[in-house]
């Protein structure tokens, strides 16, 4: 079993920057896909960035140029620098993982949701 733990949201103004941390622990062989996710009131869940383990990410087109995915490796870590907040991105911020535990199984983990609120 793998645990996704989240941290770094909270209530920023509008022009201001957080960054997301999401950290995984349990067993496993490596971790092929991180992704950041996030839900505003009403909505659907939505992707935002997503980074492959082979080096290349992906980002919605209302994040592009604002966020960015990186990850730590040794820490198992991944990271969403959020710059220019806008209102509009006021949501929970999701961390889900693609975890391989052997060659055949991959599964897929979902941290508990950290709140972003951005004030105008």
């Known amino acids: 079993q793998v645990q996704l733990v989240e941290s770094g949201g909270g209530l920023v103004q509008a022009g201001g920057s957080l960054r997301l941390s999401c950290a995984a622990s349990?067993?496993?062989?490596?971790?092929?896909?991180w992704s950041w996710y996030r839900q505003a009131p009403g909505k659907q869940r939505e992707l935002v960035a997503r980074f492959f383990s082979g080096g290349s990410d992906y980002y919605d087109d209302s994040v592009k140029g604002r966020f960015t995915i990186s990850r730590d490796n040794a820490k198992n870590t991944v990271y969403l620098q959020m710059n220019s907040l806008k209102p509009e991105d006021t949501a929970v911020y999701y961390c889900?993982?693609?975890?391989?535990?052997?060659?055949?199984?991959?599964?897929?983990?979902w941290g508990q949701g950290t709140q972003v609120t951005v004030s105008s």
């Open positions: 889900n993982a693609e975890v391989r535990h052997t060659t055949w199984n991959t599964v897929n983990y």
């Open positions: 349990g067993s496993f062989f490596s971790i092929n896909v």
